[in-house]
């Protein structure tokens, strides 16, 4: 868009809504909330920073090559603590007998793998709603003027 | 009367089948594809309500650990089942939407009976 | 003519709908089908067992791990599908693909 108020606060409040979305995401052990609805809220300030600025600055910011990062590392690192729970004792995706810390219930280092298992869902589900929006809008891309108006 | 009692007890419920219903006329009836992808979307939406609602329990508090010892929680099992359902419903929305992206660039028009017609002339054509 | 037909059946289908919700245990207190033993379980000893504060969070990712790991790769299939139909080859010049 070319309007100067639209855009300047935009770039005032993306900044909060990330630093919200991953407060959610890192707290999902103690306050309502976790992985999916905390990677949905950083999704949509992504998606609002597409819809401000166009599609070809917004894909130097997140490109085709970050996404196919982000959506193969998910799955192998939730698998990845699933196998370090099978080698250490017996079971696939453990959380006591594995040997994970779990610490005074409450604190913000606590709960053994369940935070870590949050950050992974967030961030694949952050890349999935980003990802999904750029395809679907790529279509009205032609070359005498880039970006959407 | 009883009958009212009865009705105001259960209103989760009747306002969940109610969404459903709504939904599923707007799939019949209207003639737009985006119209009835949406009505799919309503129908998802209303099942994720009756769920909830059947988890409720008489002057319960949100499942996080209290100090009081003798509260009544609600039922987490199923708030925990619809995550995965609003997942599901998420996917098969956004696949059919790009479907019909590709079916406007096909024919030219998204209305049922005119990609009747031009699809039965197209079987003739050939 | 049909139309009022079709508001007619789905009015009859809600007068249905309606008449066997009655017949469900309102609001429950505990002593309704949906409140069994797993439930008590898992609030009696989520926090032993995980040391989460959120019993919906312990129940997602350590009782139930399996099919949170299942709707990842829901996620996952879902931007391929999305991907192989949106996004098209362009063949270049002078290659056979």
């Keep these: 868009m070319d309007d100067r108020i639209v855009k300047s606060i935009t770039r005032l409040v993306i900044p909060f809504i990330q630093l919200y979305g991953i407060f959610i995401i890192l707290h999902g052990h103690i306050t309502p909330g976790g992985g999916f609805s905390g990677g949905t809220l950083i999704g949509t300030s992504l998606i609002l920073y597409t819809l401000v600025f166009g599609l070809l600055p917004s894909k130097k910011k997140f490109s085709h090559r970050m996404s196919q990062i982000a959506e193969s590392g998910g799955i192998v690192i939730y698998v990845g603590i699933g196998l370090i729970g099978l080698f250490l004792s017996g079971q696939f995706l453990t959380n006591l007998d594995a040997g994970f810390p779990i610490g005074e219930p409450g604190e913000l280092f606590s709960a053994g793998m369940i935070p870590l298992l949050m950050i992974t869902i967030g961030i694949k589900v952050a890349s999935t709603m980003v990802s999904l929006f750029h395809l679907l809008i790529e279509g009205d891309l032609d070359a005498d003027h880039p970006g959407i108006r | 009367m009883q009958i009212i009692q009865a009705f105001v007890d259960h209103i989760n419920f009747i306002g969940a089948v109610a969404l459903f219903l709504i939904g599923l006329h707007t799939v019949v009836t209207k003639k737009n594809l985006i119209k009835r992808i949406m009505g799919l979307n309503i129908m998802g939406t209303s099942i994720f309500l009756f769920l909830v609602a059947i988890g409720n329990v008489t002057g319960g508090v949100p499942p996080i650990l209290q100090q009081d010892p003798n509260v009544n929680y609600i039922n987490p099992i199923p708030s925990v089942l619809i995550l995965t359902g609003i997942v599901v419903v998420v996917s098969m929305t956004v696949y059919s939407l790009s479907l019909t992206i590709k079916i406007y660039e096909m024919y030219g028009t998204i209305n049922q009976d005119e990609l009747t017609h031009l699809i039965r002339e197209e079987e003739i054509h050939d | ?97």
Excluded: C, W
Excluded at chain 3, 57 to 72: N, P, V
Excluded at chain 3, 75 to 96: N, P, Q, W
């Design chain 3, 1 to 97: 003519m049909k139309k009022h037909l079709l508001s007619l059946l789905f009015l009859i289908f809600f007068g249905i709908l309606v008449y066997s919700i009655m017949e469900m245990p309102t609001m429950q207190n505990q002593d309704a089908p949906s409140y069994n033993e797993v439930t008590e379980y898992y609030i009696k000893n989520a926090v032993n067992d995980t040391g989460s504060v959120n019993f919906i969070s312990a129940i997602l990712a350590d009782y139930r791990g399996f099919d949170t790991l299942g709707e990842t790769i829901v996620l996952f299939t879902s931007v391929i599908a999305v991907a192989s139909v949106l996004r098209t080859v362009k063949k270049k010049e002078g290659e056979d693909y």
